[in-house]
């Protein structure tokens, strides 16, 4: 689970920046639930967060707290199901920008279309991950045999050993 809080200072008329947030909740694809506890806005889907490409299908819950006492200070909270992702900067970078897109639409600054140019980005880091990767299983299953020609390990132990490897350099230089 992902969470990011954001606390945002509201100009005068409450009701007016929470039918911007409301607009701007809407037009990004998220739907309003008052059945939830807290209610909020959700979007995507447990099948989403754990096989999409994309980080807008993973299944986010997003709720606007106003502060009762003071009316002027709105609490905004993502919480965000990463189960079954390893979760890149670029997507975490996209997380942070829907929160502060969502923190202007409150305060009734402009709002660009800055994270979805990010969407788009940490798409296409995902794919050229599976693609190296797939790349990679191919070459370790072409040459598995060889290693185990070559030495008394087995065509599983060439395998795994390869692919930790891989996945290790990968790593590190993410």
Same mark, same amino acid.
């Given at each position: 689970?992902?969470?990011?809080?954001?606390?945002?200072?509201?100009?005068?008329?409450?009701?007016?920046?929470?039918?911007?947030?409301?607009?701007?909740?809407?037009?990004?694809?998220?739907?309003?639930? *008052?059945?939830?506890?807290?209610?909020?806005?959700?979007?995507?889907?447990?099948?989403?967060?754990?096989?999409?490409?994309?980080?807008?299908?993973?299944?986010?819950?997003?709720?606007?707290?106003?502060?009762?006492?003071?009316?002027?200070?709105?609490?905004?909270?993502?919480?965000?199901?990463?189960?079954?992702?390893?979760?890149?900067?670029?997507?975490?970078?996209?997380?942070?920008?829907?929160?502060?897109?969502?923190?202007?639409?409150?305060?009734?600054?402009?709002?660009?279309?800055?994270?979805?140019?990010?969407?788009?980005?940490?798409?296409?880091?995902?794919?050229?991950?599976?693609?190296?990767?797939?790349?990679? *299983?191919?070459?370790?299953?072409?040459?598995?045999?060889?290693?185990?020609?070559?030495?008394?390990?087995?065509?599983?132990?060439?395998?795994?050993?390869?692919?930790?490897?891989?996945?290790?350099?990968?790593?590190?230089?993410?």
């Amino acid at each position: 689970m992902l969470t990011i809080s954001q606390a945002v200072n509201l100009p005068p008329g409450r009701s007016e920046a929470l039918d911007r947030a409301f607009r701007f909740m809407t037009s990004r694809g998220y739907t309003y639930s *008052a059945t939830t506890s807290p209610p909020g806005f959700k979007r995507g889907s447990k099948t989403g967060s754990l096989t999409a490409i994309s980080p807008k299908s993973w299944r986010a819950m997003v709720t606007i707290k106003v502060d009762e006492e003071t009316t002027t200070i709105a609490d905004c909270t993502f919480n965000i199901e990463t189960s079954g992702q390893v979760v890149t900067a670029v997507e975490r970078e996209f997380w942070d920008c829907e929160a502060s897109e969502l923190a202007a639409a409150l305060k009734n600054e402009p709002v660009g279309p800055k994270s979805e140019k990010i969407a788009v980005q940490a798409v296409r880091q995902t794919l050229t991950v599976l693609l190296v990767s797939s790349l990679l *299983a191919t070459v370790v299953g072409l040459f598995s045999p060889v290693v185990t020609l070559l030495g008394a390990v087995s065509v599983v132990g060439a395998t795994f050993m390869v692919s930790v490897v891989a996945g290790l350099l990968w790593l590190r230089r993410q």
